[in-house]
């Protein structure tokens, strides 16, 4: 079965850091992108940052750059993303997708979604 677990949420206070994990299984884990999307109340899915498993290129969305690294450690399947400097407008619930795609940040072009993992950033 193909699983996408998401970890590493909580609340902190803004400037603080978090780091979140993707674990992957089921699927090829170097013919994907995993990237991370986030969801805030009563707004749609975003695009904060993916990394490609073949080659590791990554790409951020304008709000997180300077702020957030993504990583991938092939050996564990498993992608990270460390946020830093967090504001309070980056709380949201996290998720992480597999896409065949060499780069999206449309959510509809993601094939495996995990189960979200809650971000709460204090002011």
């Known amino acids: 079965d193909v699983q996408l677990q998401a970890s590493g949420g909580g609340l902190v206070q803004a400037g603080g850091s978090l780091r979140l994990s993707c674990a992957a299984s089921?699927?090829?884990?170097?013919?994907?992108?995993i990237g991370w999307f986030r969801q805030a109340p009563g707004k749609e899915r975003e695009g904060v940052s993916c990394i490609s498993s073949s080659d590791g290129s990554t790409h951020y969305a304008d709000a997180v750059k300077g702020r957030f690294t993504i990583s991938s450690d092939n050996a564990k399947n498993t992608v990270y993303l460390q946020m830093s400097n967090l504001k309070a407008e980056d709380t949201a619930v996290y998720y992480c997708g597999a896409t065949r795609a060499y780069y999206s940040d449309l959510p509809e072009v993601y094939d495996y979604w995990g189960q979200g993992t809650q971000v709460t950033v204090s002011s």
């Open positions: 089921g699927f090829t884990f170097d013919d994907y992108t």
